[in-house]
């Protein structure tokens, strides 16, 4: 079965600094990746997806990640955070079997300060 | 605008008493996905739907049914047998093609035991 793991409950980082969220995964054959973002009492929204190709992934609101095969890894970056990135991130990855299920991390807090 | 619509936003629910939230799209997805946010906890998957009059459970579809009979609606029931239903329930839906973010989530309601 495939998992999701994000070690950081929460990372707390000034605002104009760059950020880092961490994930790691564990799937059999190729992982199809993705992170989201939550706001309070809303729904997720999507910020990228890794599936092929380039291992840096280019997505919403300038963030990206880094996909590494060796380590199994998944880390959202932004190069200047902002205080209204401070928000829950969650880090998916999608079922290789029926159902096409997403299974997430427990998620990170980001909390973005001036 | 194509979407999901979760209804209500907020639930109150009676020790023993079923509930049921709704969940309905508009973008022509085939598949639907019912999950639970707790705390901590990340997202865990209730229940799925691949096509209509077919459902399957997920990780913790104990005390929880849902009926697939439109395309475009899954709804949720909580029935009395869920020992511990106050959560944030999530809907999404999923198109077949992997351009786009794939996954489109509700806006989530909130569930609460009084």
């Known amino acids: ?114 | 605008d194509g979407g999901i619509t979760q209804s209500p936003k907020y639930l109150f629910r009676k020790e023993g008493q079923n509930v049921t939230l709704s969940c309905e799209q508009n973008l022509n997805h085939d598949a639907m996905y019912w999950y639970r946010q707790d705390p901590g906890q990340g997202l865990r998957l209730i229940y799925y739907s691949q096509i209509v009059n077919d459902f399957q459970k997920g990780d913790i579809a104990e005390g929880y049914s849902v009926s697939r009979e439109k395309k475009e609606s899954f709804p949720l029931t909580v029935t009395s047998a869920q020992k511990n239903p106050t959560a944030f329930y999530l809907c999404a839906s999923r198109s077949a093609l992997d351009r786009g973010p794939g996954y489109t989530f509700g806006s989530g309601t909130r569930l609460t035991v009084v």
């Open chain 1, 1 to 114: 079965a495939q998992s999701v793991a994000q070690p950081e409950d929460q990372v707390n980082v000034a605002e104009g600094n760059p950020l880092t969220v961490k994930c790691t995964y564990s799937v059999s054959g190729n992982p199809y990746l993705f992170w989201y973002v939550q706001y309070p009492n809303r729904g997720l929204q999507f910020l990228l997806k890794y599936i092929t190709g380039d291992n840096l992934v280019k997505g919403s609101y300038g963030f990206e990640a880094e996909f590494n095969k060796s380590q199994t890894s998944f880390h959202l970056k932004k190069p200047s955070a902002l205080v209204s990135d401070s928000a829950l991130y969650f880090c998916a990855v999608r079922d290789t079997g029926g159902g096409n299920k997403l299974t997430f991390g427990t998620g990170t807090q980001l909390k973005v300060e001036l």
